[in-house]
């Protein structure tokens, strides 16, 4: 199953609200996490089971979705958020695939 | 929280073996319901699954890499390990290890990663 994520760049200022984009070639249910990723650093967990938020992740951060189509909105930009997004599934347990990324930055 | 390191060369020849090692802290390698596996990301393909192993010594690969890797537990140590073979510079790339609870979406926990370069 491959996932496609859009746009590949998203340029806004803080304060904006982002929405990020994650499509998977077939349906995953609901088998979906979100990571955030600053240059140097391993990949933060932000959202896991679709609409989940992971433990300490503010509540700015939310998806949505299920079956093909996913969305991680960001509510109000703040700057800490200018990262890089991905999107992952695991529909066939315990193989794991990203989506290529969302870059987010600033505008 | 149990946290995660990797170690091992940095750097690798074509054609060699890479390997790798990562060590778990903060809980036990053996707990029922984890898994430990390798993750890598590169420019030119991304975030990469490699493996997955339980401690029974069960293992799962990528399809894309099986002929090539071995993912191994000592629980003695509580560390578990990667090796790839026949290394090319399609290879280069972060390597992290990883935990997961048996099915869960997510990676729960991450290590830093360690930059591996493969070149003479």
């Known amino acids: 199953i491959v996932l496609t994520q859009s746009p590949a760049t998203l340029s806004l200022s803080p304060g904006e609200r982002a929405t990020l984009s994650c499509r998977a070639s077939h349906s995953v249910s609901t088998y979906l996490a979100w990571y955030q990723q600053k240059p140097g650093q391993a990949p933060r967990l932000l959202i896991y089971d679709a609409s989940s938020r992971a433990t300490g992740i503010p509540a700015r951060f939310s998806g949505s979705g299920s079956g093909t189509d996913f969305t991680l909105t960001i509510s109000s930009l703040e700057p800490e958020d200018f990262a890089v997004y991905y999107c992952?599934?695991?529909?066939?347990?315990?193989?794991?695939?990203f989506g290529q990324g969302t870059r987010l930055e600033i505008k | 929280q149990e946290q995660l390191q990797e170690s091992g060369p940095g750097l690798v020849k074509p054609s060699e073996t890479l390997s790798l090692t990562c060590t778990v802290s903060?809980?036990?390698?053996?707990?029922?319901?984890?898994?430990w596996g390798w993750i890598r990301q590169s420019p030119g393909k991304g975030l990469e699954w490699i493996g997955t192993i339980y401690s029974s010594g069960t293992t799962y690969y990528n399809p894309s890499l099986r002929s090539r890797v071995t993912v191994s537990v000592d629980m003695s140590k509580n560390q578990f390990s990667l090796r790839l073979s026949s290394v090319t510079a399609a290879d280069t790339a972060v390597y992290y290890c990883?935990?997961?609870?048996?099915?869960?979406?997510?990676?729960?926990?991450w290590g830093r990663g360690t930059l591996v370069t493969v070149s003479s």
């Open positions: 990883v935990s997961s609870v048996f099915r869960e979406v997510q990676v729960d926990f």
């Open positions: 992952q599934q695991r529909s066939n347990w315990p193989s794991i695939a």
């Open positions: 903060g809980g036990s390698i053996s707990r029922s319901s984890y898994y």
